[in-house]
């Protein structure tokens, strides 16, 4: 069993940043693929970037704001979000145990529970 601790959340104006932080543990090694989701009011939840040994990726939506990253000692992966934008307001979610399928939300076996991030216009 694997679980997730996302945290770093919050308010934030709009041109803002925020860093979200997901913590591992349990059946978990520090070099496993990780990702970020969030999921909007009445939308469907969304890829946004993905990360492993060797390979980083995001969504066209994120792409030069977000940046993802690791701390293998910490077992720990992070979300650097700059220029937030009102319409960037959702619960984020760290997720692994996907499928090399990583852009798909139902592959992931392990999720956090979420952190809210609202950005104010």
């Known amino acids: 069993q694997v679980q997730l601790v996302e945290s770093g959340g919050g308010l934030v104006q709009a041109g803002g940043s925020l860093r979200l932080s997901c913590a591992a543990s349990?059946?978990?090694?520090?070099?496993?693929?990780m990702a970020w989701f969030r999921q909007a009011p009445g939308k469907e939840r969304q890829f946004l970037a993905y990360?492993?040994?060797?390979?980083?990726d995001y969504a066209d939506s994120v792409k030069g704001r977000f940046t993802i990253s690791r701390d293998n000692g910490k077992n720990t992966v992070y979300l650097q979000m700059n220029s937030l934008k009102p319409e960037d307001t959702a619960v984020y979610y760290c997720?692994?145990?996907?499928?090399?399928?990583?852009?798909?939300?139902?592959?992931?076996?392990?999720w956090g529970q979420g952190t809210q991030v609202t950005v104010s216009s």
């Open positions: 349990g059946r978990t090694a520090s070099t496993d693929a």
């Open positions: 990360i492993d040994w060797s390979t980083a």
């Open positions: 997720a692994t145990g996907g499928s090399d399928y990583y852009r798909r939300v139902y592959d992931y076996a392990y």
